[in-house]
C-alpha cells in the first residue's frame, strides 16, 4: 500500500480521476436511458462512442488539422468534429436501435436474446470498422483521397495534433489545463441539459412514460417506438460528446476501443443506480476517482480489479447503485 | 369486432422428431444412441470430407469443439435451467486450466489425472465465492459482476508472477499414455473411401503432433456430463431450479430455498467450467492470459443462446456451430468475426428461442396458440 504517493499526488490523481470520470458519465447515460427504458442493456452502445471517435478523428484530418496553430482555428475544428461525432454517433445509435432492437421488440423476445442481438450487432460494427480497408477495397474503392481514413484499419488512429493544453492554475501541486476544464464542464453541462430535457420537455415526459409502463403510455398517446428512438439518439449524441472529450484528451483510437470504455461505463452506471441520468454522472465520477486512488495506493494494473470490486461491494450495501434506480419514478 | 377466426388444427400438426423417437420400441432407441456415440468417436477417423476442416488439424478442431460443448452445457445449467445470466464464465474455465498448471508444471509436478479433480474443486469453489454474496443481487447486475469477474480473474493471472504472469505457464503436464493399437485413418482423396495404413492414431497416445485422443478424451467427459446432467435435470433440483427461473417469489413461497438451488446451479456450472478449462490446459500444454479473454465468455454465452438455452442437445449444437464454423473458414479468418456477428443478429432475430428450445417452451407456445383461438382472437406470430 503505498500511501505517500496517493498524498503527495493527491490533486493529480483526484483531477484526472474526475476527466475520465466524465467520460464514463457520458458514457454511461446511453446505457442508463435504454436501461431506464427497455430494461435491456445495450451492448452495442460502447460502438456507438467508437464510431463517434472516428468520426472526431477524420474530421480534424479532413480540415487539415495538423497546420493550423490558432486557439480561434483550433475551437472551431473541434465544434465542426463534436457535430460531426454527435451526427455519426446518434445515427450508429439509431441504426443499432433499428436492426438489433426493435424486431426483437416486435416478436416480445425475452431479454436474453435481446442481448445476444445486440452483442452481434456490436461485433458487427466494431468488424465493420476494423475491416474498413478491406471492405473499401472489396468495393473498388481507392485513391489516395481515402488512404488517410482507411490505412491501417486494425490499428490505432492517432488524433492530430491541433493545439496544445493551456496550463491555467494550480490545485494543490497539479496545474489543471484547459483540456481537464473543458472534459469536466461540457461533461456536466450536456448532463444537466439532458437531465432537464428529459424532466421537462413534452417528450421527454413521453420517454418517461413509456419507461414506467408503456402500454399505459401507448394509449395515452405516446408513441412508443418513438419514445424509443429518441432514447437511443440522445444515448448516440451523447456518447459522441463523449467521444470528442475522449478524442482530445487521450488522443488515440481504434476499431476495438469501445469495450472496455462501454464495461466501464456500464459499471458506472450500475454503480450510480441504472435508469438514472444523475445516478450515471455520480457513478461516473465515483468510478473515475476510485479508480486512480486505487490504482495509486497497489499499483495501476490493478486498477480494473478495483472498479469491479467496488461494484461489487456497493451492489452488496446498496444493491439499486448509489443514488437508486429508475427512469420512470424520477420526479417532474 | 369479428375477425374471421383462422382455423388452426393442432391434432393436424405434423409429427415431431421428438414424438417419432419416442414410438420407436426401447432397444432400437438404445441402439440408436450407441451408433451415434459410436459414430461420433470415429469421426477423426473418418475425416468425412467437407465436414473437415482443410486449413486445420481436424483433431484439434474436434477437440474444440468438445471443450465448447462441456462448456456450453455447464453454462446452460446457469443460465437455461436457473436463468442466471452469467457473462464471465471464462473465469471458471480459466480458474480450471491455471489450476492444472500451477499443480503439474509452475509448482509442482502432479500427475494430469490427479491435478483434473483439485481444478474441477477450485472452479467449483470459486463459484461458490463469487456466488455466495451476488447472486442475491438482480438479475441484471448479476451481468455486470460475473462479468466483473471474468475480467478480475483474467487480472489476477496477468499481474501475479506467481501464475507466470502475462507470459503464462508452460510445459504443462499431458494424460498419461497408454499405447495400446494403431488405428488407421480413412483416405479421401479419390473420392472412394480408402484405409490409410500409413496414417494411423495411436490408441491413447497424448502427444503433441496427433490431437484426436484428447477429443475421445474431452468426448467422453462430455458424454459422462451429458448423462449426469439428466439425471439432476429430471430431479427434484432440476424442479427446483425451473420454479425459481420462473418465479422467485412463488418458488420460495412453495418452500424451495431458492438461493441455495441458484448457488448449487452456479457452483454445477462452475464444476463443469473448470473441467472444461483443465482439458484445454493440458492438449495446449501452455497458457497465458490471453486464452481467457472476456470475447470467450460472450461466445460461451451465444452458444447456449443460439442453441436453445434450457435444451442440453440445442447448447450442444450451439456450441458446435460456434466453435466449428470458425474453423471450417478459416480461409476468411479476417472476415469471420463480421459474418459471426451478423449470424448471431440474424438468428436472435428469426430464431429468438434458439435452434432447439427446451419442449416446455415450445408447449407453452402451442398452449398459448391454442387459449388464443379459444377467445378468438387471430392467433399472434411466433412471439
Known amino acids: 500500500m503505498d500511501f505517500d504517493f496517493l498524498f503527495h499526488s493527491f490533486f493529480a490523481l483526484t483531477i484526472t480521476g474526475l476527466v475520465v470520470g466524465s467520460i464514463y458519465a457520458l458514457i454511461a447515460l446511453g446505457y442508463t436511458m435504454v436501461y431506464g427504458v427497455l430494461q435491456l442493456i445495450n451492448f ?146 450536456m448532463m444537466v441539459l439532458v437531465d432537464q430535457f428529459i424532466r421537462r420537455s413534452r417528450v421527454g415526459r413521453g420517454i418517461r412514460a413509456v419507461a414506467q409502463d408503456p402500454e399505459s403510455a401507448a394509449l395515452m398517446g405516446v408513441n412508443s417506438t418513438r419514445s424509443v428512438q429518441l432514447t437511443f439518439l440522445i444515448g448516440g449524441i451523447m456518447a459522441g460528446v463523449a467521444a470528442l472529450l475522449y478524442m482530445i484528451y487521450i488522443e488515440s483510437t481504434k476499431f476495438d476501443v469501445g469495450f472496455l470504455l462501454g464495461v466501464k461505463a456500464f459499471t458506472a452506471a450500475v454503480l450510480g443506480g441504472i435508469g438514472n441520468l444523475r445516478g450515471a454522472l455520480v457513478g461516473g465520477l465515483v468510478l473515475g476517482v476510485a479508480e486512480n486512488w486505487g490504482g495509486a495506493l497497489i499499483g495501476s494494473q490493478w486498477q480494473d480489479v478495483i472498479s469491479f470490486v467496488l461494484l461489487i461491494i456497493i451492489l452488496l450495501f446498496r444493491p439499486t447503485g448509489i443514488l437508486g434506480e429508475s427512469l420512470g419514478s424520477s420526479r417532474a | 369486432m369479428s375477425t374471421p377466426v383462422k382455423s388452426t388444427k393442432p391434432a393436424a400438426r405434423k409429427r415431431s422428431f421428438r414424438e417419432l423417437v419416442d414410438g420407436l420400441p426401447k432397444f432400437v432407441k438404445v441402439l440408436l444412441v450407441l451408433l451415434l456415440i459410436v459414430f461420433l468417436y470415429a469421426l477423426p477417423i473418418i475425416e468425412p470430407p467437407f465436414i473437415s476442416t482443410p486449413d486445420v488439424d481436424f483433431g484439434g478442431t474436434l477437440f474444440t469443439v468438445a471443450t465448447y460443448c462441456l462448456v456450453a452445457l455447464g453454462l446452460n445449467i446457469v443460465i437455461g435451467y436457473a436463468g442466471l445470466l452469467d457473462l464471465g464464465y471464462v473465469g471458471f474455465y480459466a480458474v480450471g486450466a491455471y489450476t492444472v498448471a500451477v499443480v503439474t508444471a509452475a509448482h509442482g509436478s502432479w500427475p494430469f489425472l490427479l491435478a483434473v479433480p483439485l481444478a474441477v474443486v477450485a472452479a467449483m469453489i470459486s463459484g461458490v465465492i463469487l456466488g455466495a454474496p451476488t447472486l442475491r443481487v438482480r438479475g441484471d447486475y448479476l451481468a455486470i459482476v460475473t462479468l466483473g469477474f471474468g475480467e478480475i480473474i483474467r487480472l489476477i493471472a496477468v499481474n501475479n508472477n506467481w501464475l507466470g504472469g502475462s507470459r503464462g505457464i508452460n510445459e504443462i503436464a499431458r494424460p498419461q499414455s497408454i499405447e495400446l493399437f494403431e488405428v488407421p485413418h480413412i483416405d479421401w482423396s479419390t473420392g472412394q473411401p480408402l484405409l490409410d495404413l500409413d496414417n494411423t492414431t495411436v ?181
Open chain 1, 44 to 189: 452495442a452502445h460502447s460502438e456507438v462512442f467508437m464510431y463517434g471517435t472516428f468520426a472526431v478523428g477524420w474530421t480534424v484530418i479532413a480540415l487539415g488539422g495538423v497546420d493550423t496553430t490558432g486557439v480561434a482555428a483550433a475551437i472551431g475544428m473541434l465544434l465542426v468534429a463534436l457535430v460531426a461525432a454527435m451526427i455519426v454517433s446518434g445515427a450508429v445509435a439509431l441504426l443499432v436501435e433499428r436492426l438489433a432492437y426493435r424486431p426483437l421488440i416486435k416478436r416480445k423476445a425475452p431479454k436474453l436474446v435481446a442481448l445476444i442481438s445486440a452483442i452481434g450487432m456490436s461485433f458487427v460494427l466494431a468488424e465493420a470498422m476494423g475491416l474498413r480497408s478491406k471492405i473499401f477495397d472489396a468495393f473498388g474503392i481507392d485513391g489516395a483521397f481515402i488512404q488517410p481514413y482507411v490505412a491501417r484499419s486494425r490499428d490505432d488512429m492517432a488524433m492530430p495534433d491541433i493545439a496544445d493544453p493551456i496550463q491555467l492554475f494550480d490545485i494543490g501541486d497539479y496545474t489543471v489545463n484547459s483540456v481537464d476544464v473543458v472534459v469536466i464542464v461540457s461533461a456536466i453541462v
Open chain 2, 203 to 383: 490408441f491413447l497416445k497424448f502427444g503433441i503432433l496427433d490431437l484426436i485422443p484428447y477429443y475421445w478424451m474431452a468426448l467422453t467427459a462430455v458424454l459422462i456430463v451429458i448423462w449426469a446432467d439428466r439425471r439432476i435435470k429430471d430431479s427434484r433440483v432440476g424442479r427446483a431450479w425451473e420454479a425459481t427461473r420462473e418465479d422467485e417469489d412463488a418458488a420460495e413461497l412453495m418452500g424451495v430455498p431458492t438461493f441455495k438451488f441458484k448457488l448449487l446451479a452456479f457452483a454445477l456450472g462452475a464444476f463443469v467450467g473448470g473441467l472444461s478449462g483443465a482439458l484445454f490446459a493440458s492438449k495446449q500444454a501452455f497458457i497465458n492470459p490471453t486464452s481467457f479473454l472476456l470475447l470467450l465468455s460472450i461466445l460461451f454465452v451465444a452458444a447456449v443462446v443460439v442453441g436453445g438455452q434450457g435444451n442440453r442437445y440445442g447448447v450442444l449444437l450451439g456450441a458446435a456451430l460456434v466453435a466449428y464454423l470458425p474453423e471450417r473458414f478459416r480461409g476468411f479468418e479476417d472476415w469471420r468475426v463480421l459474418v459471426f456477428g451478423i449470424v448471431l443478429m440474424v438468428l436472435a432475430t428469426f430464431r429468438p428461442q434458439g435452434l432447439i428450445p427446451p419442449r416446455r417452451t415450445v408447449r407453452a407456445k402451442q398452449a398459448e396458440a391454442e387459449i388464443a383461438v379459444l377467445e378468438g382472437e387471430a392467433p399472434k406470430d411466433e412471439a
